[in-house]
C-alpha cells in the first residue's frame, strides 16, 4: 500500500482489517511518546463499534493484562462504550480523563509485535459476510456481553493475568465488528456460550 493511501485510511479512521488497526496504532505510537485513548479514538473514526471493543481486548488478551490497574480500566472503557452501543449512539463520548490516558509508546509497540502474527491468521479468516448480523440487535447483544465481562474484569485483576479470558471474549466481538463479519459473530457466541456453560457446570458440580 502507497504511503499516501495509508494516511488516507489513518485519517478517515477506518480499519479494513485487525492487521490495518495495529498497523495505524504502530505508526501513531512510533510518532509520540504516548499512545492515548484519544488517539485510538480518532483512528476507530465514526464507525467506534468494532475498533473501541477490538482495541482494550487485545490489551487485556496480551501480557499488558499483568500491569496493575490496566485490566480495570479495560473494563471501565468496554462499559462505557458498550453502554452507548446499547443505547442506539452512532458517535463515542467519552470523559476527558479517559481521553487523555496514555500508555507508553515502547510497550505498545511490543504489543502489536506480539499480536502481528494472530492479526495477519485472523485476517485470512475473516471477510464481511452476513453483516446483518453485526449491526441492529446482533450489535446490541455483542454489547450487552461485552457489558457483563467488562463488569468482571476489576475483581479478576486480582489474580493476574486471569482476565486473559475476558479479553478474548471481547476482541472477538470487536473483531466481528470492525470487520463486518456475521460468521465471526456466530462463533464468538457459540464460545461465549459454550464458555458459560462449562462454567455452570463447574460451579454446580
Do not use: N
Not at 127 to 140: E, K, S, Y
Not at 166 to 178: D, E, H, K, S, V
Amino acid at each position: 500500500m502507497s504511503a499516501s493511501r495509508h494516511s488516507r485510511r489513518i485519517r478517515t479512521g477506518e480499519p479494513a482489517s485487525l492487521s490495518a488497526l495495529l498497523q495505524d496504532i504502530e505508526t501513531a505510537a512510533r510518532s509520540e511518546d504516548a499512545v492515548s485513548i484519544e488517539t485510538i479514538q480518532h483512528l476507530a473514526g465514526h464507525r467506534f463499534s468494532g475498533p473501541m471493543l477490538l482495541v482494550p481486548g487485545l490489551i487485556a488478551a496480551s501480557p499488558l493484562s499483568g500491569i496493575p490497574l490496566v485490566p480495570s480500566f479495560v473494563g471501565l472503557v468496554v462499559f462505557l462504550v458498550c453502554v452507548q452501543l446499547i443505547a442506539g449512539r452512532h458517535h463515542l463520548w467519552l470523559p476527558q480523563i479517559l481521553c487523555a490516558s496514555t500508555m507508553r509508546s515502547s510497550r505498545v509497540v511490543r504489543t502489536i509485535t506480539y499480536l502481528k502474527r494472530p492479526a495477519r491468521y485472523l485476517d485470512a479468516v475473516t471477510a464481511p459476510r452476513m453483516t446483518f448480523l453485526t449491526r441492529g440487535i446482533p450489535l446490541r447483544l455483542a454489547a450487552t456481553i461485552c457489558l457483563l465481562v467488562a463488569i468482571t474484569m476489576p475483581p479478576l485483576e486480582l489474580l493476574p493475568f486471569t482476565s486473559t479470558l475476558a479479553g478474548m471474549i471481547i476482541a472477538a466481538f470487536g473483531l466481528a465488528l470492525t470487520t463486518r463479519d456475521g460468521l465471526a459473530m456466530l462463533v464468538a457466541l457459540v464460545v461465549f456460550g459454550a464458555i458459560v456453560a462449562a462454567s455452570v457446570s463447574w460451579f454446580a458440580s
